[in-house]
């Protein structure tokens, strides 16, 4: 099963945005057993949307595309689509309901202009978007399957996941490909690869299939088993599962989708602990990573942003003389830091960072990404350090999950329960 | 002049990487006059690099092909395109010379898989790759130049700039595109149409395009022109964005690639003002922002994200009798954070958010997107009221958005200059 992307939008073509619904769409194909045949990224134009509809692979039989359906002038794709399948035009009812709704909740006057996104080509079946006025459009042609999306990111993937993968999966017969995805942080890609290597050799028996996905401080594992014969399939993916974490334990920290702030999250309020922050070059991160996850104020009573001398001293109570003799970026100060904001907000934990991270500000001593992480527990408090590399955006992204992780570990030490099990609580 | 991106490889068809190597390309293309008529991303096959060539629009007078150089087994772009313009094959002394260099410099014997790349089909011109073993190729057809580069960023700017610009420049005749964007914050799409409507309607006469480039909480309003008759363009364009900011002065906040959180750390270090933050709803997002800015360590004091009623008693000294009374989204509140963290850091000026970010917590009262958002600056303290809709992530992204731009006007105020004056500071 084949599928086409098609991206509609100049924003694209001139380089002012990269195209991240691609990525994001490709992994969920990939997930539901689709291959893509290639990703088409074209103008706002009728003529570029003609010209791509009419070049569509033979082989495809599922194609999406995202953008041009705003309300605005520069957004033609409907009208492109209308007539590319020859179709009249309709009012859909619910969605001239929902457009309304939109304003109403917001207090606004509709715009007349918004009137539009309720009209469709009398062909498509509409896919709802809860989320925004413009809709999802279904088309079928010649055996093939057209879906039309904005271009929202968030949008866009409310629309694919709860309203076109349902009908795709009735629609199409897909293969049922298992995927089981683990979770790692603190390890890159290759030494990830050397410790597990072995493990991995044995895959090919039973035809699992491996994809390292790294970003930025973590590297996700996804293991992959066609399960077209039924019924061995999950049981297959268990037990490499279960032969894999051992191995990776000190690394590995969820599954799926989770995250270091929603496992950090589920460990903070299963056992009732709360949490304080203490940030210098982070600068607020780690708190909005924390604070992300909705229902956090049950556990998180909040941060101090400290990024200068003196902000340390008077929120924190970091020692002045400390701060003159070893400077900002140092155990003393870490530790200090972490202390002083469990103090300040009376939590169970505290995690501090201090940094530099970067372009400029570092010295042979501590070269730009050197980092302290502070972790107060109820027992103890310390400081450990790391290079983060060279690159700002990345120190700050890697510094963070580094601090979760090191909190998380902690969590599951005061709470005595091992990595392995760490993993499997719900 | 029209070009065509080609990239090739699995890695973006399966999502494991997000296709930066593009945005990059077009942005370069732009700024050369040159506009893009299509992004497209294939597979590592011969049929599928042979089909996309077969189908590049007639129009088009320069493929740029990203990916498939490399020595390894997957990488056959270079026998596809030999193959496809039907060549022979040379060894280039150059190439081999720097691929033998490459390894001696590294003081690794050279693998007999590495003298391949220097074979390159007869009919293509190399393109010099200084910081790589694969090299660029140039190939004619039809009166259409096409480039073949490594997938490695670094590589593939570095031919791109330096090896191919210059030849693309004498080759082909080039229009000269003039874009300007301006960026606004505060209004959606739909009003903002509405508001510049007239202004939008006129800007045909002139052949000057328009497009709306919205995001979560800003959107950005860009203008481009083709300026092949020479010297005109900049003009047109300088006269049609000072007749429309007038229009949009209450949200406009900068042009091209600036941000808010850019463009106030610009001004309070204009100004030498200081800056500090207190955060409930938006947990840290604002002073990530921010830190976000090297450099931000110069007016960023700091920030107390007091995210319980106690953490803000205690961080900012809000009255408890007022939190009682009437709850912490409140304006009583709003300008206490504000008020407090000002004091307690010391600073010039500080803003300060409460409200319900979602999904739980909402009451009939205050739903769930009420937002406050306070300011203190040297002279008062103030507080406004906000309705940011039902999304979590939005909200948070929206509201930091919206203290940011009261933060800028209270600055601009306090410096007296206009809003239209404060766009053009450097």
């Excluded at 991206?7 to 073509?13: F, P, S």
């Excluded at 109403?104 to 539009?116: A, F, Q, S």
């Excluded at 709360?274 to 940030?279: K, Q």
């Excluded at 995690?351 to 042979?364: F, K, L, N, R």
Aim: charged share 25%; proline share 4%; hydrophobic share 40%.
């Amino acid at each position: 099963m084949k599928a086409q992307i098609i991206t509609i939008g100049d924003e694209i073509l001139i380089g002012q945005i990269v195209d991240t619904n691609s990525a994001w769409l490709a992994t969920e194909l990939n997930s539901l057993g689709i291959s893509i045949d290639s990703i088409f990224s074209i103008a706002d134009t009728r003529s570029a949307i003609h010209g791509a509809l009419d070049i569509v692979p033979k082989d495809v039989r599922l194609v999406l595309m995202t953008g041009g359906l705003g309300p605005t002038k520069d957004d033609i794709t409907k009208d492109a689509l209308a007539r590319w399948f020859d179709s009249g035009w309709k009012v859909d009812p619910k969605v001239l309901e929902r457009v309304k709704e939109h304003f109403r909740l917001r207090g606004i006057p509709m715009p007349e202009v918004n009137v539009n996104q309720a009209r469709v080509p009398e062909k498509c079946e509409v896919l709802t978007n809860s989320l925004g006025s413009a809709p999802g459009m279904w088309f079928e042609k010649n055996g093939c399957v057209f879906i039309s999306m904005p271009g929202v990111p968030f949008e866009m993937k409310h629309i694919f996941s709860d309203a076109a993968v349902p009908e795709i999966k009735k629609k199409l017969k897909l293969q049922n490909i298992i995927h089981r995805t683990i979770l790692t942080q603190g390890i890159g890609e290759s030494s990830l690869m050397e410790i597990i290597n072995e493990w991995e050799d044995g895959l090919a028996i039973d035809n699992v299939k491996l994809a390292y996905l790294p970003s930025p401080g973590a590297v996700r594992l996804r293991l992959s088993i066609n399960d077209e014969s039924g019924g061995k399939g999950q049981e297959i993916i268990h037990d490499r599962v279960e032969a894999l974490l051992p191995l990776i334990k000190d690394y590995a920290f969820g599954f799926q989708r989770e995250t270091l702030e929603s496992v950090v999250g589920k460990l903070l309020t299963r056992y009732g602990y709360t949490l304080a922050i203490a940030e210098s070059c982070t600068g607020g991160y780690i708190s909005h990573l924390i604070t992300s996850i909705s229902g956090s104020s049950s556990y998180f009573m909040g941060s101090a942003v400290t990024y200068s001398y003196e902000a340390k001293t008077r929120a924190l109570d970091v020692s002045q003389a400390d701060l003159n003799d070893v400077g900002a970026v140092s155990e003393e100060v870490a530790k200090q830091m972490a202390a002083g904001v469990r103090d300040l907000y009376k939590t169970d934990f505290a995690i501090s960072s201090t940094g530099i991270a970067g372009p400029g500000g570092g010295t042979p001593d501590k070269p730009v990404g050197t980092v302290w992480i502070g972790v107060a527990t109820p027992t103890e408090t310390f400081a450990l350090k790391f290079s983060m590399g060279d690159k700002r955006e990345r120190n700050i992204r890697k510094t963070a999950l580094q601090a979760l992780q090191l909190l998380r570990k902690e969590i599951i030490k005061s709470v005595k329960i091992s990595e392995l099990e760490s993993l499997y609580l719900k």
